[in-house]
């Protein structure tokens, strides 16, 4: 933002030229700035925006469950429920899901054969947290790269589809808050296009009941067996990102636990995504 100093010239209406000039006033930045979301290139007011719109949301729900309102840069699809039945007893995994469609963002990333370069973990994982807030952080505690999709899956229906969609890399990353009482799991999919990306983010509407990403071993954080976790699936050009979060107790959210907050940290693992469109397409203008 420039500073606009006084001009040195007189005031419409006439004042004399020994009256002194009024600086204008520089405008203070603005109180709506997120590290995550300025990391993204929001402006404030995008990101005033974005809250808003994530406390409606949100005071709509009843104030808690998660709210996936970052995924509003794409199409959203609500999530749906299946018949615990389907559940295997014990499994760990999401008692809500949200599927998100990939933004007009993402369209130079919907082939994979222009974005031929495989990910590393020091591309996906090289910050070593993320920040929620001023106070609370997420600290990754677990980071696994495979080449074989199904060593990070579970659930024969859902392995086979990424199979079929030519997934030649998952990524996890898994994290814990500063104050303990959280824990989250991002994980990256490489699929063959944006095809299969949609669909493997419409099929999990109902398959994630029977299959879902496998939680990487860590002494510091665990999804409790059978306990309370949400989760979103998000369509990025070729790519797939499956957010997934909890309390660390296992209980489910009260109004006092912000996982809108927590899920814009935690896809803060996608910026190098980001960047490979910029690297196809050049920075904005």
């Known amino acids: 933002m420039q500073e606009d100093g006084g001009s040195g010239e007189t005031a419409p209406g006439g ?24 990391a993204w290139g929001l402006r404030p007011d995008q990101q005033r925006l974005l809250v808003i719109i994530a406390v409606v949301v949100g005071v709509l729900a009843g104030g808690t469950g ?11 699809t609500p999530q749906q429920r299946t018949s615990a039945a389907v559940i295997a007893p014990g499994s760990t995994l999401p008692r ?17 054969t222009k974005d031929k370069r495989a990910l590393t973990k020091k591309e996906v994982f090289g910050e070593k947290q993320l920040t929620v807030t001023k106070k609370l952080k997420l ?23 990424v199979a079929d969609a030519g997934c030649s890399q998952a990524a996890r990353g898994l994290y814990a808050s500063s104050d303990g009482r959280y824990v989250g799991q991002y994980t990256l999919l490489n699929l063959k296009d944006g095809e299969s990306a949609a669909a493997l983010v419409e099929s999990l509407k109902t398959d994630y009941r029977g299959g879902w990403t496998i939680p990487l ?37 009260t109004a006092k636990d912000d996982f809108v907050s927590l899920t814009l940290a935690l896809r803060g693992a996608e910026k190098p995504v980001y960047r490979r469109v910029v690297s196809l397409t050049g920075p904005p203008a």
């Open 15 to 38: 004042r004399g030229a020994g009256t002194p000039s009024r600086k204008r006033r520089r405008t203070p930045p603005s109180d709506w700035q997120f590290p995550v979301l300025t």
């Open 66 to 76: 998660l709210v996936f309102v970052v995924g509003s840069l794409g199409e959203y």
């Open 96 to 112: 809500i899901f949200h599927g998100w469609s990939s933004p007009k963002l993402f369209a130079p990333l919907t082939d994979r």
């Open 139 to 161: 600290k990754l505690v677990a980071k696994q790269l495979d080449s074989d999709c199904s060593a990070a899956l579970w659930g024969q229906s859902v392995v086979d589809q």
């Open 217 to 253: 071993p860590s002494s510091k954080a665990s999804f409790p067996e059978g306990g309370y976790s949400e989760a979103g699936g998000y369509a990025l050009g070729h790519y797939v990102g499956l957010v997934w979060l909890g309390r660390t107790d296992g209980a489910e959210p």
